[in-house]
């Protein structure tokens, strides 16, 4: 099975622009959960897909969006970058036999550099 | 709040030395799953391992092994005879039910960077 992708690899922005960032799914993984991982903050949940719902949001401001099709493809939205926004995102998929245990496969990451 | 600490910032050994990696959760639930992953320099996370809370039977994958103590709230991974190409970021990560819709999502630790030099 081919892994989880993430498009594009590498994006460049300027401060005050808005972004999108791709996320297809391992088949048949329905639930897809996005992460930003910083130097200073780590990695952090920001939301999590299925069924083309939200069901988890993590503590982000209203700036991060994000939505899913009905082919689970996800995409995540930025919108009036900071500097601060400057980061790897990392998509994460999930059969849903492994909700209960949160278990995830990820792929190799957007970075994103605001300038 | 759950929270995970990897308390080892970086470590550096020799080729076929054996290293421990440190791992301490905290968490208020019973039921909770217990992860690590690697991210080598290309940046994916690689899954490792998957632990739940009611199995602290310690775990052995060829080099690989973990030490699950419920007491100490330690979740171990030591690399038997270390290689080159286990140089990367190591994560410890918890799952457990501490969202309000009980979904579950990962916390992870800050990472223990690892090298190995030849």
């Known amino acids: 099975k081919a892994g989880v992708t993430q498009t594009p690899r590498y994006l460049i922005k300027t401060r005050g622009q808005q972004v999108t960032l791709s996320c297809s799914p391992i088949s048949g993984h329905r639930s897809v959960s996005w992460y930003q991982q910083t130097p200073g903050q780590g990695l952090q949940f920001l939301f999590e897909?299925?069924?083309?719902?939200?069901?988890n949001k993590g503590n982000f401001p209203g700036r991060f969006s994000g939505r899913q099709f009905s082919n689970s493809r996800s995409e995540m939205n930025v919108s009036t970058l900071e500097l601060g926004d400057s980061a790897l995102y990392l998509c994460?998929?999930?059969?849903?036999?492994?909700?209960?245990?949160?278990?995830?496969?990820f792929g190799p990451g957007t970075r994103l550099t605001v300038t | 709040a759950q929270k995970v600490t990897q308390a080892q910032t970086e470590i550096s050994v020799v080729e076929k030395e054996d290293v421990t990696l440190d791992c301490v959760y905290e968490?208020?639930?019973?039921?909770?799953?217990l992860f690590w992953y690697k991210q080598p320099p290309s940046g994916e996370l690689v899954f490792l391992i998957r632990r739940n809370s009611f199995d602290e039977q310690n775990e052995i994958s060829g080099r690989y092994s973990w030490n699950f103590q419920k007491s100490t709230s330690s979740f171990n991974f030591t690399i038997t005879a270390s290689q080159v190409v286990d140089s990367a970021v190591y994560f410890c990560?918890?799952?457990?039910?501490?969202?309000?819709?009980?979904?579950?999502?990962?916390?992870f630790g800050s990472g223990t960077r690892l090298q190995v030099q030849p």
């Open positions: 968490t208020r639930d019973t039921t909770y799953y």
């Open positions: 990560a918890l799952s457990d039910s501490g969202m309000d819709t009980g979904r579950r999502a990962l916390t």
């Open positions: 994460a998929s999930s059969p849903e036999q492994a909700a209960r245990s949160g278990e995830q496969y």
């Open positions: 897909y299925f069924s083309e719902t939200q069901r």
